[in-house]
């Protein structure tokens, strides 16, 4: 018999998204599967959407919380879990029908693995309107150090996430996932990577994900170095060169601001107004 696979769906929000994500889940070729729809506290119409797919298939079942954040969600909908396999599936993302079906035999097949992930397409509107693509290597927590080459997506032994406590719940600003594999790998466990398009990450404008890169990259990788830094004191050598490599890459973006075009032009037009403020301060002080 085969194995049963626990999908698990937080939404917050996302209730426009979910039917898709959701019917992407029906559509799977291999059927042993229940999927958790964790609505965390959602100010829409979640509830009403998730409660029409429980009455479609039993196989649907329905969680809701008070909003926590996307690791609680997570980890209340493995605690109602009932598969040794466990899949998160954001609410606006969609797998490829074959997903579970290539992905279960392989953590199946090798004791060693506790993760296994695809190449991904990013999408924007339609699955069909591809703007990127993934294509993540590696094998264990070495390539996970400085790029998290898995995506949240990924298939993994429930074991692993008993082993490790689950999601950390204090990480609210994102990168939660990649927390976690690299909880899950220092544990000795390895990745595989299946060199075929099985996900599908929509990418929109405002997301959980580019508000982290744009406005909270460094504080949480801070986190992870420092949650983790018995990996990175023993990568010590790499991690500094990719520390350096980092600043140098911004002080480059910095100094080119500086010498642009843009910049000059902004610099004289405000000029007044410094000089305005100088005089203003200056006879205050008088």
């Not at 599936?89 to 579970?100: I, K, S, W």
């Not at 398009?197 to 992870?224: D, G, P």
Request: hydrophobic share 40%.
């Amino acid at each position: 018999m085969s194995l049963l696979v626990s999908i698990i769906v937080p939404c917050y929000r996302q209730a426009h998204f979910l039917g898709e994500s959701l019917q992407s889940v029906l559509d799977q070729s291999y059927i042993n599967w229940e999927c958790i729809i964790v609505n965390d506290g959602s100010p829409d119409n979640t509830a009403i959407v998730a409660q029409e797919w429980c009455a479609k298939d039993a196989r649907f079942k329905y969680v809701y919380q008070d909003n926590a954040g996307l690791s609680s969600a997570r980890n209340t909908g493995i605690k109602h879990s009932k598969g040794e396999f466990i899949l998160p599936l954001d609410a606006d993302d969609v797998l490829h029908p074959d997903y579970l079906n290539k992905t279960v035999p392989v953590l199946r097949d090798h004791p060693a693995l506790g993760i296994v992930s695809c190449y991904s397409t990013f999408f924007s509107g339609t699955i069909n309107n591809i703007v990127n693509q993934l294509k993540p290597i590696g094998d264990n927590v070495t390539s996970l150090l400085f790029v998290n080459q898995l995506v949240a997506t990924s298939l993994f032994r429930k074991m692993c996430w008993e082993q490790v406590g689950g999601y950390d719940e204090t990480m609210k600003r994102g990168f939660e996932d990649w927390d976690f594999w690299l909880s899950c790998t220092k544990q000795g466990w390895t990745y595989k990577i299946i060199p075929e398009f099985l996900f599908y990450y929509r990418k929109a404008k405002k997301s959980m994900l580019t508000n982290t890169i744009q406005h909270h990259a460094e504080e949480v990788k801070q986190f992870l170095f420092i949650k983790h830094k018995e990996l990175y004191i023993l990568n010590f050598e790499n991690c500094m060169e990719v520390l350096f490599f980092e600043l140098k890459v911004q002080r480059t973006g910095h100094d080119t601001y500086k010498n642009s075009q843009e910049y000059k032009i902004g610099k004289l037009i405000l000029q007044p107004y410094r000089w305005l403020t100088k005089l203003i301060l200056k006879s205050k002080k008088t």
